[in-house]
């Protein structure tokens, strides 16, 4: 609506009010604005204020707690008395003295308190080390002393020491107790003496702090230097693990820098534990590097401001309404004389628009407005006479008094008008008049006779219209005379056409009576025209049964694609297709139907074939898209390639995507097959896929690493097909399949396996010693000579067993050993275990680089020990230097073990293979079971000769 639609009442209500309106808004929104910032600066000290008392308070606290630790070093720097009873006497009263102590305690550095740990080795208050390190707590409930852990590692010690000053730990977590620690250190003539320190548990900060509510629903929790929570009253689970920048809320973590640099503030932000909008005050804790924060809801903080703001509105709104009032009553006493003038002028109006044009204006109105309704009377005598007068004519017009002209004296638009209204009275007789003429001419036939008066307007419309009518008529005579012209040269057309030479045409009337047919239709059919003169086309349609066929024939004449097909049946009764083109044509003045029939016989043959190939080429294409949909959501992939330099791909299943690469990657030679072989592994896949080219086989199985697209190295079973054209060509086509799992799988099998057996080894060695060590204390019983020596053996015997077992568990391949390290090993047992101090006896071994299997291993151990054990009891005499050799060679594929002495030799009465000696006896046994062969040499000392193949 735009402001002249508005009534004058309205204008001035609006006006006023709205001046009010902006008066009000601006002192109030001033208002507002003044009052809430300076109530927001108010809660915002307040709670500044709040937060820097609690801070002080603890800050208090952790002062009294720090007096203490200092008080008991200076007290310990000035101690003389190296009493350490007394001492403990003293930290026992501290402790008694200050229930809010966790902890209290004194370390000394080893023999610095009174020189005398080793007295006082894991004595109460001391460990294993006897140094004086009491620590009196009641983690346990009542007051109890134990030792100092860890302090060769954990700051509370060694900080103090390095820096040779006072130190407040980071909160941490001790037995479960969550506490602090404040250390002085013990300093005597510049030299570090040790530590005196007392641990406070922080619970009591978070029963204090959870206490503490600002506003309504606002609490306080405290920090650490690091931003670790001390306490939370809602958040419990995080205190002690969980930092403020565990939250992950950009202003929480800036808070948390602030507070590491020991800086106060505060931040708006969201609560991660309620999710209320907050402010968040910080201020520093300066003794122990601790915050106490503060968190308000924002909501709470301000609702004095809210509630004044409300109150400031609300007054600012009946203001405006009383306004509203006022300038209702002055506007009513402006606007109801105006009322009363313009109800007058309307009822004039309604008179007038009614035909009652002798109505006047009432001139009995107030003074100010007396005018207005004398110069409308004015007004309305000026213009009801030319109004009557263009009456007059106007009917006398319509009554067909085309002579009639205005009369009466007029000026000014009133002049136009009736001289307007004349003119028309002219224009309109002078077309009459020519139109008549023209009209006459019409019904004579003479279309020669043109309109020349057009007139205007509505009037030339109409002169138009008759001349567009002369014109019609006279070319739809000319017309009619083409057209008849037409109809013949139509009639030659269709005989030409009727004759066609390739399709069969018949005519034939709504009933299906043939009317004529063309030689084909008689060639094709069999039948004479004679014949089809006499037939009805249902005679010749054996598809659609009687008079069926002439229904669905009419409608083939109104179809738009107008063709249809059907069977006929010749004369002699052969049928076949034809496609018909059916069209109502005019046939001697009556509807008839011309019908064009198609042999289609070949055509449908060929769509039958069509059709056959289509459901071949449809299932085979079913087959391939459900093969490909196999593959593709197979972990097989299937490639073809070229066998070429670096196998170039032709072609390779979708899911290769399961590798990271697209289809494209291959097919554009981007990538090539052998860019994605591991290089370890590419020559010899080369090798192997060379020699299979060359050779006969057609298939290849082989396992090798490859790359993904990410680089990830994946273990895959490549099975390829190799197929040799006559032709002489290659190609190669196959599947690969991801087995990074299974050789997992064979790793971690083979990891435990070889675990599981290193394990054996490592017991039955365990066991072989148990057993060692049995047959030594069961000797211990005896003190014939001859049975201890017996014992003495036979515990040799199994430690030689042992040792190979050691060597098993401690070697990387479990299945061999080293036989050097082992023979190495065997002789300095034996060397310690007779300890043979009458005689100068060197042993030596020449081992080859052999590894042995624990089969063939085990016995030559044995052999070696026996052989080895009586060199040293019986080859030498007392106080005689002597030489054991002990060689082991390979000859051929023979191995050669020789054992040899050069001390008095065997005594020829001897014979080693039957002999009481259980030693000999043994070693011919243990000779037989490695399958080898056993020869003595006396010639210069003795000398065993063992020839033997690994058992295998």
């Given at each position: 609506m735009q402001?002249?639609?508005?009534?004058?009442?309205?204008?001035?209500?609006a006006y006023?009010?709205?001046?009010?309106?902006?008066?009000?808004?601006?002192?109030?929104?001033?208002s507002?604005?003044?009052?809430?910032?300076?109530?927001?600066e108010?809660?915002?000290?307040?709670?500044?204020e709040?937060?820097?008392?609690?801070?002080?308070?603890f800050?208090?606290?952790?002062?009294?707690?720090?007096?203490i630790?200092?008080?008991?070093?200076?007290?310990?720097?000035q101690?003389n008395?190296?009493?350490?009873e007394e001492?403990?006497?003293?930290?026992?009263?501290?402790?008694?003295?200050?229930?809010?102590?966790?902890?209290?305690?004194?370390?000394?550095?080893?023999?610095?308190?009174?020189?005398?740990?080793?007295?006082?080795?894991?004595?109460?208050?001391h460990?294993?080390?006897?140094?004086?390190?009491?620590?009196?707590?009641?983690?346990?409930?009542?007051?109890?002393?134990e030792?100092l852990?860890s302090?060769?590692?954990?700051?509370?010690y060694?900080?103090?020491?390095?820096?040779?000053?006072?130190?407040?730990?980071e909160p941490?977590?001790?037995?479960?107790i969550?506490m602090?620690?404040?250390?002085?250190?013990?300093?005597?003539?510049?030299?570090?003496l040790?530590?005196?320190?007392?641990?406070?548990s922080l619970?009591?900060?978070?029963?204090?702090?959870?206490?503490i509510?600002?506003?309504e629903?606002?609490?306080?929790?405290?920090?650490?230097?690091?931003?670790?929570?001390?306490?939370?009253?809602?958040?419990?689970?995080?205190?002690?693990?969980?930092?403020?920048?565990?939250?992950?809320?950009?202003e929480?973590?800036?808070?948390?820098?602030?507070i590491?640099?020991?800086?106060?503030?505060?931040?708006?932000t969201?609560?991660?534990?309620?999710?209320?909008?907050?402010?968040?005050?910080?201020?520093?804790?300066r003794t122990?590097?601790?915050?106490?924060?503060l968190?308000?809801?924002?909501?709470?903080?301000?609702?004095?401001?809210?509630t004044?703001r409300?109150?400031?509105?609300?007054i600012?709104?009946?203001?405006?309404?009383?306004?509203?009032?006022?300038s209702?009553?002055?506007?009513?006493?402006?606007?109801?004389?105006?009322d009363?003038?313009v109800?007058?002028?309307?009822?004039?109006a309604?008179?007038?628009?009614?035909?009652k044009?002798?109505?006047?204006?009432?001139?009995?109105?107030?003074?100010d407005?007396?005018?207005?309704?004398?110069?409308?009377n004015?007004?309305?005598?000026?213009?009801v006479?030319?109004?009557r007068?263009?009456v007059r004519?106007t009917?006398?017009?319509?009554?067909?008094?085309?002579?009639?002209?205005?009369?009466?004296?007029l000026k000014?638009?009133?002049?136009?008008?009736?001289?307007?209204l004349?003119?028309?009275?002219e224009?309109?007789?002078?077309?009459?008049?020519?139109?008549?003429?023209?009209?006459?001419?019409?019904q004579?036939?003479?279309?020669?006779?043109s309109?020349?008066v057009?007139?205007?307007?509505?009037?030339?419309?109409?002169t138009?219209?008759?001349?567009?009518?002369?014109?019609?008529?006279?070319a739809a005579?000319?017309?009619?005379?083409?057209?008849?012209?037409a109809?013949?040269?139509?009639?030659?057309?269709?005989?030409?056409?009727?004759?066609?030479?390739?399709?069969a045409?018949?005519?034939?009337?709504?009933?299906?009576?043939?009317?004529?047919?063309?030689e084909?239709?008689?060639?094709?059919m069999?039948?004479?025209?004679?014949d089809f003169?006499?037939?009805?086309?249902?005679?010749?349609?054996?598809?659609?049964p009687?008079?069926?066929?002439?229904?669905?024939?009419r409608?083939?004449?109104?179809?738009?694609?107008n063709?249809l097909?059907?069977?006929?049946?010749?004369?002699?009764?052969?049928?076949?297709?034809?496609?018909?083109?059916?069209?109502?044509?005019?046939?001697?003045?009556?509807?008839?139907?011309?019908t064009?029939?198609?042999?289609?016989?070949?055509?449908k043959?060929n769509?039958?074939?069509?059709?056959?190939?289509?459901?071949?080429l449809?299932?085979?294409?079913?087959?391939?898209?459900?093969?490909?949909?196999?593959?593709?959501?197979?972990?097989?992939?299937?490639?073809?390639?070229?066998?070429?330099m670096?196998?170039?791909?032709?072609?390779?299943?979708s899911?290769?995507t399961?590798?990271?690469?697209?289809?494209?990657?291959?097919?554009?030679n981007?990538?090539?097959?052998a860019d994605?072989?591991?290089?370890?592994?590419s020559?010899?896949?080369?090798?192997?896929l060379?020699?299979?080219?060359?050779?006969k086989?057609?298939?290849?199985?082989?396992?090798?690493?490859?790359?993904t697209?990410?680089?990830?190295?994946r273990?895959?079973?490549?099975?390829?097909?190799?197929?040799?054209h006559?032709?002489g060509?290659?190609?190669l086509?196959?599947?690969?399949?991801?087995?990074?799992?299974?050789?997992?799988?064979?790793?971690?099998?083979?990891?435990t396996?070889?675990i599981?057996?290193?394990e054996i080894?490592h017991?039955?060695?365990?066991?072989l010693?148990?057993?060692?060590?049995l047959?030594y204390?069961?000797?211990?019983?005896?003190r014939?000579?001859?049975v201890?020596?017996?014992?003495?053996?036979?515990?040799n015997r199994?430690?030689?067993?042992?040792?190979?077992?050691?060597?098993?568990?401690?070697s990387?391949d479990?299945?061999n050993?080293?036989f050097?390290?082992?023979t190495?090993?065997?002789?300095e047992?034996?060397?310690?275990?007779?300890?043979?101090d009458d005689?100068?006896?060197?042993?030596?071994?020449?081992i080859?680089?052999?590894?042995?299997?624990?089969?063939?291993?085990?016995?030559?151990g044995?052999?070696?020990?026996?052989?080895?054990s009586?060199?040293m009891?019986?080859?030498?005499?007392?106080?005689?230097?002597?030489?054991?050799?002990?060689n082991?060679s390979?000859?051929?594929?023979?191995?050669?073990?020789?054992?040899?002495?050069?001390?008095?030799?065997l005594?020829?009465?001897?014979d080693?293979?039957?002999?009481e000696?259980?030693?000999?006896?043994?070693?011919?046994?243990?000779?037989d079971?490695?399958?080898?062969?056993?020869?003595?040499?006396v010639?210069?000392?003795?000398e065993?000769?063992?020839?033997?193949?690994e058992l295998r």
């Amino acid at each position: 609506m735009q402001q002249k639609d508005l009534s004058i009442k309205a204008k001035l209500i609006a006006y006023i009010v709205i001046g009010v309106f902006l008066v009000l808004a601006a002192s109030t929104a001033v208002s507002i604005s003044t009052v809430t910032a300076q109530q927001r600066e108010l809660a915002y000290l307040q709670s500044v204020e709040m937060a820097r008392d609690y801070a002080n308070q603890f800050d208090g606290d952790m002062k009294a707690n720090e007096a203490i630790a200092h008080t008991l070093g200076k007290t310990m720097e000035q101690y003389n008395s190296a009493d350490r009873e007394e001492v403990n006497n003293i930290l026992k009263n501290i402790m008694m003295e200050n229930p809010a102590l966790t902890g209290v305690y004194v370390g000394y550095e080893p023999n610095a308190f009174d020189g005398r740990d080793s007295e006082y080795v894991n004595a109460p208050g001391h460990d294993s080390t006897g140094r004086f390190v009491p620590y009196w707590n009641t983690i346990q409930g009542s007051v109890s002393v134990e030792p100092l852990v860890s302090y060769e590692e954990l700051d509370y010690y060694q900080v103090p020491k390095r820096t040779e000053a006072a130190l407040v730990t980071e909160p941490y977590f001790y037995q479960g107790i969550f506490m602090v620690s404040y250390d002085m250190p013990i300093m005597k003539d510049g030299e570090f003496l040790g530590v005196a320190g007392v641990d406070v548990s922080l619970q009591y900060i978070d029963d204090v702090v959870s206490e503490i509510r600002a506003f309504e629903t606002g609490y306080a929790f405290v920090t650490g230097n690091t931003g670790i929570l001390v306490s939370h009253p809602e958040y419990k689970e995080g205190i002690g693990s969980k930092t403020l920048y565990d939250f992950g809320i950009p202003e929480i973590s800036e808070a948390a820098g602030n507070i590491r640099k020991g800086k106060g503030g505060s931040v708006e932000t969201i609560d991660p534990v309620t999710g209320k909008e907050i402010i968040m005050f910080y201020e520093p804790v300066r003794t122990g590097n601790y915050s106490f924060v503060l968190v308000v809801p924002k909501e709470e903080m301000f609702a004095g401001v809210t509630t004044l703001r409300n109150k400031l509105i609300f007054i600012s709104a009946i203001s405006i309404g009383f306004m509203a009032v006022v300038s209702y009553l002055i506007a009513i006493s402006i606007t109801s004389p105006i009322d009363e003038i313009v109800f007058n002028f309307r009822q004039i109006a309604k008179d007038a628009v009614n035909g009652k044009l002798d109505t006047r204006a009432d001139t009995d109105v107030q003074r100010d407005f007396k005018e207005i309704p004398l110069g409308l009377n004015e007004i309305l005598e000026a213009v009801v006479a030319p109004i009557r007068e263009t009456v007059r004519v106007t009917n006398a017009l319509a009554q067909g008094e085309l002579e009639t002209r205005t009369k009466l004296e007029l000026k000014g638009e009133f002049k136009e008008l009736g001289d307007t209204l004349d003119n028309f009275a002219e224009s309109l007789n002078n077309i009459i008049d020519d139109s008549n003429s023209v009209l006459t001419a019409i019904q004579n036939n003479d279309f020669s006779c043109s309109v020349q008066v057009h007139g205007e307007g509505d009037f030339k419309i109409l002169t138009d219209g008759i001349e567009e009518t002369r014109h019609s008529l006279s070319a739809a005579i000319t017309e009619q005379k083409k057209a008849e012209k037409a109809l013949r040269d139509s009639e030659k057309k269709f005989r030409t056409l009727f004759e066609s030479p390739n399709d069969a045409i018949y005519l034939h009337d709504m009933e299906g009576n043939f009317l004529e047919v063309n030689e084909i239709a008689c060639e094709r059919m069999g039948y004479t025209r004679e014949d089809f003169l006499t037939m009805r086309y249902m005679d010749i349609d054996v598809y659609y049964p009687g008079r069926q066929v002439l229904k669905v024939i009419r409608t083939l004449c109104k179809s738009k694609s107008n063709l249809l097909e059907t069977v006929h049946m010749r004369k002699d009764g052969s049928t076949f297709p034809v496609e018909l083109s059916s069209r109502i044509i005019k046939y001697e003045s009556s509807n008839a139907i011309i019908t064009i029939a198609r042999d289609i016989s070949n055509r449908k043959k060929n769509e039958k074939e069509l059709e056959k190939y289509a459901e071949d080429l449809k299932h085979s294409n079913e087959l391939k898209e459900e093969l490909e949909s196999v593959i593709n959501h197979s972990p097989v992939i299937v490639f073809k390639w070229k066998p070429e330099m670096d196998w170039p791909v032709e072609f390779v299943s979708s899911n290769v995507t399961q590798l990271g690469y697209t289809v494209e990657d291959f097919t554009s030679n981007r990538i090539k097959y052998a860019d994605i072989v591991y290089p370890e592994d590419s020559g010899r896949v080369h090798h192997q896929l060379s020699k299979y080219y060359h050779g006969k086989s057609s298939d290849v199985n082989w396992e090798y690493r490859i790359f993904t697209k990410s680089g990830d190295v994946r273990w895959v079973d490549e099975r390829t097909f190799i197929n040799r054209h006559t032709q002489g060509n290659i190609t190669l086509q196959g599947i690969i399949l991801d087995i990074t799992e299974r050789k997992k799988a064979e790793e971690a099998l083979l990891q435990t396996e070889k675990i599981r057996k290193k394990e054996i080894h490592h017991r039955v060695k365990n066991n072989l010693q148990v057993i060692s060590s049995l047959l030594y204390l069961a000797s211990e019983n005896f003190r014939d000579p001859a049975v201890i020596e017996a014992f003495m053996d036979s515990r040799n015997r199994v430690r030689s067993m042992a040792l190979i077992h050691e060597e098993l568990y401690q070697s990387k391949d479990i299945a061999n050993i080293d036989f050097a390290d082992y023979t190495k090993n065997l002789l300095e047992y034996l060397s310690k275990s007779y300890r043979i101090d009458d005689k100068d006896i060197d042993l030596l071994s020449n081992i080859e680089n052999v590894y042995l299997g624990v089969d063939t291993a085990v016995p030559l151990g044995m052999i070696i020990n026996e052989l080895v054990s009586n060199s040293m009891k019986h080859a030498f005499k007392s106080g005689a230097h002597g030489m054991i050799s002990v060689n082991l060679s390979t000859q051929d594929s023979t191995l050669v073990l020789q054992v040899k002495d050069n001390g008095v030799g065997l005594p020829p009465e001897i014979d080693f293979r039957n002999t009481e000696s259980l030693g000999l006896q043994l070693v011919t046994t243990l000779v037989d079971q490695i399958d080898g062969t056993i020869e003595l040499d006396v010639n210069e000392g003795t000398e065993f000769i063992i020839r033997f193949k690994e058992l295998r």
